[in-house]
């Protein structure tokens, strides 16, 4: 189930019609699509991305977006704990930062101006949008297990740009 926690309210929102709302309000654009398909683990980026043309290819379309990749995080990659790092320290893109979620879940953390630190726990069936510029970071867990389709309009705009602010420390006791 998705969930959206407020680190200083210590509320957490579960409806997703409310989660919705609240990231719509920030600008982050948020949505759930079903995920019929049955992949395997080690399921090729061509299979994925088949399976889910159908729903991909309109909204690749209809919002500009040239290409897409699968990211396939679990806990035989090879020097995760590296990986891991680069996510987890707060960033901001030049381009937005589109993740449909098809398996396992991933935590996106989010440091917008003028409302409190929260972060958003997408699992299979969640498509989300990051606007360019939003500092935020992402934590795909201890033991990760996380397969999503990142959409983009140019892989260049992926490039992160570390804020150095170190406010994600605050929250390093929060995970999956």
Not at 46 to 60: H, T
Not at 70 to 83: D, F, M, R
Not at 86 to 92: D, G, I, N, W
Not at 151 to 168: A, K, N
């Given at each position: ?101 098809v398996a396992g879940k ?71």
């Open positions: 189930m998705t969930t959206l926690y407020l680190t200083e309210s210590k509320q957490t929102l579960t409806d997703a019609a409310a989660i919705k709302d609240l990231l719509n309000q920030q600008g982050i654009w948020f949505e759930q699509w079903e995920t019929p398909a049955e992949l395997a683990q080690d399921a090729s980026q061509e299979e994925v991305l088949a399976a889910y043309g159908a729903v991909l290819d309109p909204y690749m379309a209809a919002n500009g977006y040239q290409g897409a990749d699968v990211v396939n995080i679990h806990s035989g990659i090879e020097n995760y704990p590296a990986i891991r790092a680069k996510f987890l320290a707060e960033h901001t893109h030049s381009e937005d930062e589109v993740r449909f979620f991933g935590l996106f953390w989010f440091n917008l101006d003028g409302m409190e630190v929260f972060n958003v726990c997408c699992e299979a069936g969640d498509l989300i949008s990051v606007p360019q510029g939003t500092k935020h970071w992402f934590d795909a867990g201890a033991v990760p297990d996380v397969k999503a389709i990142r959409i983009f309009s140019d892989t260049t705009g992926w490039t992160p740009h570390y804020t150095e602010s170190q406010v994600e420390q605050q929250y390093r006791d929060i995970s999956l």
